[in-house]
């Protein structure tokens, strides 16, 4: 039995060790918002949270995870609701697959970096793709957060 701690709330598993955390996420928990891209870390569509930092769930082994928080994207912080809310108010989804990824990863920026520049985006973002190209909305919504956070 693995025992994960997801969005606040702790589950036991009967997996194999070696499972993918994004299999753990998706096939026995339900958690689907998570998506499977490349399967080879190279796409950033499987991104989730653990202990704040992002990580691709595809490369994960379940057994790794144990004693560590978890964040899916339909897990609640401040940074990804207020980003969550940026992405609807510019419209920044077209095809959507690779957004839950891009929103995670965003919000791992915002957790370690609340007034990020243009290159610390660029930088912490190129781990994720996007195959319709919505980058540059994506750069905009994430100005669009930290201005709503620090405005009065």
């Known amino acids: 039995m693995i025992t994960l701690h997801i969005n606040g709330t702790t589950h036991k598993i009967d997996a194999e060790p070696d499972m993918p955390l994004l299999w753990a996420l998706r096939d026995l928990l339900g958690f689907t918002g998570t998506k499977y891209g490349c399967g080879k870390g190279l796409c950033g569509a499987c991104m989730v949270l653990m202990d704040g930092q992002a990580v691709n769930s595809c490369l994960m082994p379940v057994s790794a995870v144990q004693g560590k928080t978890l964040m899916t994207i339909e897990g609640e912080s401040e940074n990804l609701q207020?980003?969550?809310?940026?992405?609807?108010?510019?419209?920044?989804?077209?095809?959507?697959?690779?957004?839950?990824?891009?929103?995670?990863?965003?919000?791992?920026?915002?957790?370690?970096?609340?007034s990020p520049t243009d290159d610390d985006i660029n930088s912490a973002m190129s781990r994720n793709l996007c195959r319709c190209g919505t980058y540059q909305r994506i750069k905009k919504a994430i100005h669009q957060t930290v201005d709503q956070k620090t405005k009065p």
Do not use: E
Not at 83 to 104: R, T
């Open 82 to 114: 207020l980003l969550q809310k940026s992405w609807a108010d510019l419209n920044v989804p077209q095809c959507g697959f690779c957004q839950p990824g891009q929103l995670i990863t965003a919000t791992a920026l915002l957790n370690n970096n609340p």
